[in-house]
């Protein structure tokens, strides 16, 4: 797949509806816009395993037991936990090679495997982690891909949002801890971690990619146009940032900031 032919298979879904959003595909073409003409039949290969394996354990065990079992144990999937930062754990192609990786990567095979067998889940954009909730005759439940698929108890999330920062009152609020979002936004939280990597090592190109994919995955938000911008700017693509600005104010025209950063990019230019 080429990076142009990535960009259709983003565009297309974008402007889709989250009940028919092609998860494992555009998980694939990301992956492929960012590094193009690799072979991604690791990626189906595992994904058709992981929804053969889950089928079969969910016919005599619990939906979160089986998930675990099917995906963590079967598989092996896990997190990275000796190279947490390597650009492979942000890669669902490397990922679906080495069976490590970030759970926003990994959490991707357990949404696919679990629609695909039938059962209920969602991700989780958990402050600083994403996890995977799960529905069981029991109630909803939290799975962490990255350690093995464990079940997290509600004191674990409260304790876990206090560290990352949050207010008591909201921390001890299960229903929004364990809040889903859409398949769409949970493959946005992958490329927005992409895009923060990306500008810590400088990699303005590849920060500029990951924000693109962010604009044809929800065409309607101008802000991953600003985070365009900022990228070419920093590239001295000073042309492009003032296209890539310019459009974020046709769709938002409450858009002050672009307005400032428009004249900003001009006096560059000038």
Known sequence: MTRDEAETVL??????????????????ACALHDRPMREAGAVRILADHAAQRLKERAASESPDDALTEALAGDLRLNGDLLDHDLPANTDVVDVAERRRGLSAVLVIFYL??????????AAVDFPGHVLLRVETPEGPVALDPFSQGRLVLPSELTRRALLAGLTPHVADRLDLLMAPVSERQALIRLQNIQFNRALQVGDYGGAERSALRRALLDPEDHRPWLDVASAREKQG?????MQALSRARRMSEACGLCDIRLDRVRLQLN
Do not use: H, Q, V
């Not at 509806?17 to 494992?24: E, R, V």
């Not at 696919?112 to 889940?121: E, N, S, W, Y």
């Open 11 to 28: 565009e297309r879904a974008g402007k889709g509806s989250d009940d028919t959003f092609p998860l494992l595909e555009c998980a694939i």
């Open 112 to 121: 696919d495997a679990a629609r695909r067998a039938g059962l209920t889940a």
């Open 237 to 241: 693509a000073l042309t492009g940032a």
